[in-house]
């Protein structure tokens, strides 16, 4: 795969990150922005980032559980409810 040039023009705050990263890692600037993209996808693919489908998805299944178990909540106190003293 060939590279290709490119300028972007980011927030200061962005390249303070990018440095950062780059002096931990002990590479260059290039090199620290694609490792930073890599590790992106890689959490993504794993679903660790809020707000990802499938994390949502996980998030509506435990509410309908959690609905499910106040409907079998309900059910079971309103047997209590209906025993006679």
Same mark, same amino acid.
């Given at each position: 795969?060939?590279?290709?040039?490119?300028?972007?023009?980011? =927030?200061?705050?962005?390249?303070?990150?990018?440095?950062?990263?780059?002096?931990?890692?002990?590479?260059?600037?290039? *090199?620290?922005?694609?490792?930073?993209?890599? *590790?992106?996808?890689?959490?993504?693919?794993?679903?660790?980032?809020?707000?990802?489908?499938?994390?949502?998805?996980? *998030?509506? =299944?435990?509410?309908?559980? *959690?609905?499910?178990? =106040?409907?079998?909540?309900?059910?079971?106190?309103?047997?209590?409810?209906?025993?006679?003293?």
């Amino acid at each position: 795969m060939s590279k290709k040039s490119s300028t972007v023009h980011l =927030e200061s705050s962005t390249w303070d990150e990018i440095d950062k990263y780059r002096e931990e890692a002990g590479c260059s600037r290039n *090199e620290a922005i694609e490792r930073m993209f890599t *590790e992106r996808r890689l959490l993504l693919k794993l679903n660790c980032i809020p707000g990802t489908a499938k994390e949502l998805a996980i *998030e509506k =299944e435990v509410q309908k559980n *959690e609905n499910k178990n =106040e409907i079998l909540k309900g059910a079971v106190n309103s047997t209590y409810d209906d025993m006679p003293d």
